[in-house]
């Protein structure tokens, strides 16, 4: 039984699909200190330019003695080189337009201080009561215990949550990377008035996606909800996307498409496919490299359940990638402690911890299984999703309540680590260049170490033996499941750039409508359309073979514009539109069929957001003969194609490519469902061919994973194709299938570049 308490505590959590909800108003208003700022953008581009050159020429300068190792170590490596256009005397024109603000730190230190305070009050008042109390913010004004504790010139006296730390494992390099996160977006907020945001992307399954319960009630928007308002006294835009999809693993497809699904500017990428990738580490490991070759080199929060072979992968990525990962385990700590609905009284258990566990199991049986859920309150039918293995709401709380709490853990020590280097505001601005300038040289360590183990596996580098020393590297070669021994394909999936197109849903291409190469303008008051995204054709639409940008339903974007309006960019001073040719779709380009999830259908639940994971396809059967796949569109180029780890930065000449096919539900696959081993078994006699240039036929694959493949050249049966990227055509490919009435059921197509 809810009550009227909790009703109002949770109030957050009935997130209604309609703009003009209460609540989806005061999110947008909220965000509307973050909207594009013209000014700012252009003074943050001249600044990251300056930084650039900066960057590059000391570089350059160091590097042509010797080079640094990933660990910091000097060695000898091979160099790079660099490409930068801005002149000098522009440089200081631009060095001198920057202004930076005086800030007082101890200002925003207080101001922060009395917002944990509040988190704590509402936590305890509304919520946990005192159980989660040696992991809140405590004002020690009241108490004899003053050990660990920070004061200011307000008198306010912090105790700092140390359990926090044990409750999420990590290592102290991974710790000083989040902090410096923080400070940059702190700084760069504060003294260059950017619009600063940190984002938080949860990748996962089911349970993640909060099937079951209401889209508002996943422990991603409870994050949001917990850290939101201390991000925003420091004037930092916080946002929590749940990206969950359903009986979804890690890899390949959702690993190879982390920009594309997941967006090109991650501060943390949750990885929570425990479920579904089982106990075997070699998604982890994908998952892991794509994230290092992500332009934002996000810190990666792993959900291991305690195990110590996910463990190890996660960490293993400190020496494997150069970049960070924290894990989380909370059982242990946690569980022991909430009182059992079964022996306390209930009169005495606050709200969000009645009947969340009984007889010492959580969320099982007896009134803890009733009371799992509460979307009855919102829904007259009972929603899909509602079984043993996924979490209620209750557990999302606590689970989003301990993440946020130990986000912010960080986030002030953060900012007591900048109060404690005692710098004056002009000293800042240098401070803050030498954080970026950190990333920077981070990210081109790992470059540096990639291109270097791709020349060691270069089996013409080594046949024509270049006189050339090409240094060690601690990259190991990766081994995918089943392929461990194929080299090539190792190499191409775990290292080189890859543009996917994708019809899953969430994702951010498809919120943005990047994967129709059109004009999507975000958050227009004055367009009634500016929540919307290209949703897909039905299955009678697509046989019709109508035009599926005139003929397409419209589908809500849950977030409301904000997953991609932090990201639009403009393309040769056209200010009214992303692209060249948006709006621009032939009938002889691949089409989206929309495939409703189990909950989309239902009726009767208030207007209530429920699941917004939805497995769309690309459809291809016989009749699209004359269709052609053009990859990638305009819109993947400018958004997609920061990677490119080309030796020596030749001109992009090489590609490969993969098909992913639609994950079925329990392995129950359509009748009319091609299957990866009928290519197999009929490669002698292939009653399906891929057709490049309209000449080349093309019949061998390679199966990656369950379900995807990636096709061979007939002419060296190599994985390699010749594709020349200085010309900006997209590589083309059409589709001959002979048999009637079956279809490619394709979720992603995957193209490697470099």
Known sequence: ???????????????????????????????????????????????????????????????????????????????????????????????????????????????????????????????????????????????????????????????????????????????????????????????????????????????????????????????????????????????????????????????????????????????????????????????GHRAALHPTRPILFGFTGGNTGRNNAFFNFENQANISSIVFERENLITDRLPDSDKVDADIIPPALLYYKCSGKIESSGNCGANKYDTSRFCQEKIKGQVGWH??????????????????????????????????????????????????????????????????????????NSTTSIPPTPLAMPMFEKIENNKDINIVMHFRNAICRTALIPSHTRYNDIVFNRQYQHNDPKNEDSFLYTQGLSNAEYLKKVNPLLHSNKGNDPYNGLVGKHYYKNQKNNDNAHYYNNNVIKNDTLSIVHQENDNSKLKNCNNIQLDVDYKDIFFIGKNDINTTLQIPNEAELQYYTHNNYNIQNEQISKCSIMFVLYTCPWHKCPKDYITIESLIANKNNPRIRFILDNEIILTNVDPIGGNAFMLRNNIDDSIYFDYDGSKDKPFELKFDIEDVGMYFYMTSIIFFQW
């Not at 986030?411 to 505001?425: E, T």
């Open 1 to 287: 039984m809810i009550t009227t308490t909790t009703k109002n505590a949770m109030k957050y959590k009935a997130l209604p699909t309609s703009n003009k909800s209460n609540d989806q108003v005061s999110r947008s208003s909220s965000s509307s200190s973050s909207s594009f700022r013209p000014l700012k953008y252009c003074i943050s581009i001249i600044f990251s330019l300056c930084l650039v050159y900066v960057i590059t020429i000391i570089a350059k300068d160091e590097q042509e003695q010797e080079d640094i190792n990933m660990d910091g170590t000097k060695k000898g490596i091979i160099h790079l080189g660099s490409v930068d256009t801005v002149q000098e005397e522009e440089l200081v024109e631009a060095v001198a337009a920057i202004k930076p603000k005086k800030i007082n730190i101890l200002e925003y230190k207080k101001e922060l201080e009395l917002s944990l305070l509040r988190l704590t009050k509402q936590i305890q008042l509304f919520e946990y009561g005192t159980y989660l109390d040696d992991l809140l913010f405590q004002n020690l004004e009241d108490s004899a215990n003053n050990d660990n504790t920070n004061t200011n010139s307000s008198g306010i006296s912090i105790k700092m949550p140390e359990l926090l730390d044990k409750m999420y494992p990590s290592s102290i390099k991974a710790k000083e990377r989040l902090i410096r996160r923080y400070q940059i977006k702190f700084l760069q907020s504060n003294l260059l008035s950017n619009d600063s945001v940190f984002t938080w992307s949860t990748a996962g399954h089911s349970a993640s996606a909060a099937h079951g319960n209401l889209f508002n009630e996943s422990y991603t928007s409870l994050i949001e909800d917990t850290v939101k308002d201390s991000f925003g006294v420091l004037n930092i835009d916080f946002h929590a996307y749940n990206y969950g999809m359903g009986g979804m693993s890690s890899s390949p497809e959702l690993s190879l498409c982390e920009e594309s699904v997941y967006g090109p500017d991650i501060d943390i990428l949750n990885w929570d496919f425990g479920m579904t990738d089982g106990r075997k580490t070699h998604g982890i490991n994908l998952f």
């Open 391 to 464: 979490p209620g709401w209750k557990d999302h709380m606590l689970k989003g309540r301990l993440i946020g709490l130990y986000l912010l853990h960080i986030l002030y020590q953060s900012i007591i680590n900048l109060v404690n280097h005692n710098m004056q505001s002009h000293e800042l601005p240098s401070y803050l260049e030498q954080l970026i300038n950190e990333e920077y040289i981070e990210k081109e360590y790992y470059k540096q170490h990639v291109t270097n183990f791709i020349l060691q596996n270069d089996e013409k580098v080594n046949n024509n």
